[in-house]
């Protein structure tokens, strides 16, 4: 159980997703899936969108020890009006525990 931001800038997109997060870890495999609420604001250049935020993971960690290497993927959905913001990242990591 956590808390997690998320943020990302380019030139035409800003958009920041802060969830609260629970992390399950499939029982005899090096898989965790999470899943997460919160808020999130995006703005693609077409004006700024706010809202409740969803987000969806998993995680496949190749080695135990410290530090640890991990494959990543997550979904963030921010849901308002007039449109939803849907943002996809993935990613290897390299994590101290």
Not at 13 to 35: D, Q
Not at 38 to 51: E, I, Q, T, V, Y
Request: positive net charge; charged residues 15%.
């Amino acid at each position: 159980l956590g808390a997690e931001a998320d943020y990302w800038r380019r030139t035409n997109v800003n958009a920041l997703f802060a969830t609260a997060v629970l992390t399950l870890r499939v029982s005899g495999t090096p898989l965790s899936v999470k899943a997460g609420g919160g808020f999130g604001r995006g703005d693609f250049g077409g004006g700024a969108l706010s809202g409740p935020a969803g987000q969806l993971g998993l995680v496949y960690q190749f080695s135990s020890g410290r530090p640890a290497t991990r494959l990543f993927a997550n979904a963030f959905l921010a849901s308002g009006s007039p449109r939803n913001v849907l943002l996809v990242d993935a990613g290897l990591a390299l994590t101290w525990r």
